[in-house]
């Protein structure tokens, strides 16, 4: 009975702290976003920032992403690509990695595959935003 107790007192207290964590909004990404993707991607996202004239490849339209993926938006893909992990199909310079700029607190998040991951705070900020974003074409 009282390893019971003691499961039912752990799991309250988890299902506490995941329901009073603030998750991070589409206004939180959009700072983010101006911050570190804007110089490349362009305040509208568009893919025309003042340093796409000078790359090689030009950035994407990541307001296109939805419209890319058959009308879904690709939580995890997104997430992966923004902090690196997804670049093994990149060529030659383009996307720098984010990682280590998205490190900090972790929040639960569930990105699409029912499961609740702990992952930084910033990352989901900036999914957020781009989900905003998505062109309904």
């Known amino acids: 009975m009282r390893a019971i107790w003691i499961g039912l007192t752990g799991l309250g207290l988890l299902t506490a702290c995941m329901a009073t964590t603030d998750m991070p909004g589409p206004q939180d990404g959009k700072a983010l976003f101006m911050e570190?993707?804007?110089v490349c991607h362009g305040e509208n996202a568009k893919g025309n920032g003042p340093m796409a004239r000078e790359?090689?490849?030009p950035?994407?339209?990541l307001t296109l992403i939805q419209v890319r993926n058959r009308g879904e938006f690709p939580r995890a893909r997104v997430m992966s690509l923004i902090d690196g992990y997804?670049?093994?199909d990149m060529t030659g310079p383009g996307m720098p990695e984010f990682g280590a700029l998205l490190e900090g607190?972790?929040?639960p998040f569930d990105s699409g595959d029912g499961k609740q991951t702990?992952?930084?705070r910033r990352l989901?900020?900036?999914l957020e935003y781009l989900g905003s974003i998505q062109a309904t074409r």
Do not use: E, G, Y
Request: proline letters at 14%; charged letters at 25%; aromatic letters at 0%.
């Open 124 to 126: 989901v900020a900036i």
């Open 36 to 38: 570190n993707c804007a």
């Open 55 to 57: 790359m090689a490849k």
């Open 86 to 88: 997804a670049r093994s």
């Open 105 to 107: 607190d972790l929040i």
């Open 59 to 61: 950035p994407k339209d």
């Open 118 to 120: 702990p992952t930084p």
